[in-house]
T-cell receptor
Framework: AQSVAQPEDQVNVAEGNPLTVKCTYS??????LFWYVQYPNRGLQFLLK??????LVKGSYGFEAEFNKSQTSFHLKKPSALVSDSALYFCAVRGVESGGFKTIFGAGTRLFVKA | NAGVTQTPKFQVLKTGQSMTLQCAQDMNHEYMSWYRQDPGMGLRLIHYSVGAGITDQGEVPNGYNVSRSTTEDFPLRLLSAAPSQTSVYFC?????????????FGPGTRLTVL
């Protein structure tokens, strides 16, 4: 069965410092990996995805993520955090199960960027 | 282009009552899905659809029913509400291709079952 783990409930960083939000996954076949962000009282917004190709994926708002097949990880990164990056971040995966139509989300990691 | 819309935004039900959460999208997306969001558990897939007339179960389908009569609409029905169904519900849509397309989410419906 597909699964996603986000091992940190919360990540705290100072503004201007680099940030990393961790994600590991388990899936049959090649994974399709996604990061979404949720601001308070809003729906989720897409940040970036890995389908195939270059292991380093760049997305919206200066975020990037690195796909590591051997470690089954897809960590979200940003070189310099902003206070406005404070939000809830979700990692998600789709595999070949159910024809690739089921997206499984992690529990979420709350990012807090301090000024 | 309104994207994905959901109604109502808030709803309070009594145990045993039924109701329908509405979801509509105007992007001509074939794929639509319903999730519930609970603290510490992320989003869990309830039901999904790959086109009009085609639906399938997700991770937590019990107590919910769906149908897809048009491309635009994907309502979620609670047959007999229970306190365990207190949650925030999100509808999402995307173009259809196995795996690769990101989903667009609605603003959510906050449901409380007393």
């Amino acid at each position: 069965a597909q699964s996603v783990a986000q091992p940190e409930d919360q990540v705290n960083v100072a503004e201007g410092n680099p940030l990393t939000v961790k994600c590991t996954y388990s899936v049959s076949g090649n994974p399709y990996l996604f990061w979404y962000v949720q601001y308070p009282n809003r729906g989720l917004q897409f940040l970036l995805k890995y389908i195939t190709g270059d292991n380093l994926v760049k997305g919206s708002y200066g975020f990037e993520a690195e796909f590591n097949k051997s470690q089954t990880s897809f960590h979200l990164k940003k070189p310099s955090a902003l206070v406005s990056d404070s939000a809830l971040y979700f990692c998600a995966v789709r595999g070949v199960e159910s024809g690739g139509f089921k997206t499984i989300f992690g529990a979420g990691t709350r990012l807090f960027v301090k000024a | 282009n309104a994207g994905v819309t959901q109604t109502p935004k808030f709803q309070v039900l009594k145990t045993g009552q039924s109701m329908t959460l509405q979801c509509a999208q105007d992007m001509n997306h074939e794929y639509m899905s319903w999730y519930r969001q609970d603290p510490g558990m992320g989003l869990r897939l309830i039901h999904y659809s790959v086109g009009a007339g085609i639906t399938d179960q997700g991770e937590v389908p019990n107590g919910y029913n769906v149908s897809r009569s048009t491309t635009e609409d994907f309502p979620l029905r609670l047959l007999s509400a229970a306190p365990s169904q207190t949650s925030v519900y999100f509808c999402a849509s995307s173009y259809l291709s196995p795996g690769g397309n990101e989903q667009f989410f609605g603003p959510g419906t906050r449901l409380t079952v007393l």
